[in-house]
T-cell receptor, first 114, second 111 residues
């Protein structure tokens, strides 16, 4: 199993550009989520999904869109990049069983918006 | 969602036992307590999870008192490689509830 994969690893954008961060998991997990982590800070939840076709907002959803057409993929789209979106983005998937609730994180995408 | 409170930072020395306490006064009956570890430039990694009393695995122990309003992560005989940020999370297993991370505890281990 590859676990959770994210692409790209690094990205530099200019203000106003749009792009999609890719996330894929091969563990057949229903629950997936996107977090951002600013330097020296904790993780903040952007959007999450409890299954294909179902998404919901987290703590900081503004400026981001998500879709979940398959169980495996959960892309995050930046509509019009702003310098405030400079951050490291982590995707996670989760086995939400009745007795275990473990999230598996990808390696992250380091995004800089100029 | 149950809010958690942890110390912002802690320091210790190699070979010592480190205990990090997390407060979660409004924990719900169905909530579990989960701890994650994060090294620089990496995503968080699951350490341990529990509901009550004591849970132990090869990495750590988790102590939860009867009222469940707090929990303590115990790392035995730490080494320099245990330097990381540790997050305490409280939430229901299963279901559709969102999972929120707090600010975590930055643990620094010195030689």
């Amino acid at each position: 199993n590859a676990g959770v994969t994210q692409t790209p690893k690094f990205q530099v954008l200019k203000t106003g550009q749009s792009m999609t961060l890719q996330c894929a998991q091969d563990m057949n997990h229903e629950y997936m989520s996107w977090y951002r982590q600013d330097p020296g800070m904790g993780l903040r939840l952007i959007h999450y999904s409890v299954g294909a076709g179902i998404t919901d907002q987290g703590e900081v959803p503004n400026g981001y869109n998500v879709s979940r057409s398959t169980t495996e993929d959960f892309p995050l789209r930046l509509l019009s990049a702003a310098p405030s979106q400079t951050s490291v983005y982590f995707c996670a998937s989760q086995d939400r069983g009745l007795r275990t609730d473990t999230q598996y994180f990808g390696p992250g995408t380091r995004l800089t918006v100029l | 969602l149950a809010k958690t409170t942890q110390p912002i930072s802690m320091d210790s020395y190699e070979g010592q036992e480190v205990n990090i306490t997390c407060s979660h006064n409004n924990i719900a009956t169905n909530d579990y307590i989960t701890w994650y570890q994060q090294f620089p430039s990496q995503g968080p990694r699951f350490i341990i999870q529990g509901y009550k009393t004591k849970v132990t695995n090869e990495v750590a122990s988790l102590f939860i008192p009867a009222d469940r309003k707090s929990s303590t992560l115990s790392l035995p005989r730490v080494s320099l490689s245990d330097t990381a940020v540790y997050y305490c999370l409280v939430g229901r297993t299963g279901g559709a509830s969102k999972i929120i991370f707090g600010s975590g505890t930055r643990l620094s281990i010195r030689p």
